[in-house]
């Protein structure tokens, strides 16, 4: 099992900055990828970004490519997700996940409870 908890969500003007954080606990040697997702209010999860754990190799939604940028702390079991230059449509909640799958874009394995992300215009 893993244990995911997001944070760092909030509100932010269009233009701004936030930075996401996920701390994983249980058995996270085991997993391939850690990843982000977000749903905005009507629409289905979709894929933001994704992180190997092992070579720190990184994939990102075209949509986000050049503004996000995820990353890991082995050490301390804990990824990130750093988000520039927000849009509105970014509004969202956020969910950290992690996969024993080699797949980027999943299946995602354990999710955790989502944080939620609004960028005002």
């Known amino acids: 099992q893993v244990q995911l908890v997001e944070s760092g969500g909030g509100l932010v003007q269009a233009g701004g900055s936030l930075r996401l954080s996920c701390a994983a606990s249980?058995?996270?040697?085991?997993?391939?990828?850690m990843g982000w997702f977000r749903q905005a209010p009507g629409k289905e999860r979709e894929f933001v970004a994704a992180?190997?754990?092992?070579?720190?190799?990184?994939y990102y939604a075209d949509s986000v490519k050049g503004r996000f940028t995820i990353s890991r702390d082995g050490a301390k079991n804990t990824m990130a997700l750093q988000m520039n230059f927000l849009k509105p449509e970014a509004t969202a909640v956020y969910y950290c996940?992690?996969?024993?799958?080699?797949?980027?874009?999943?299946?995602?394995?354990?999710w955790g409870q989502g944080t939620q992300v609004t960028v005002s215009s």
């Open positions: 992180i190997r754990w092992n070579d720190i190799g990184t």
């Open positions: 996940a992690a996969s024993f799958n080699n797949y980027p874009r999943g299946p995602y394995d354990f």
């Open positions: 249980g058995r996270t040697f085991n997993s391939y990828f």
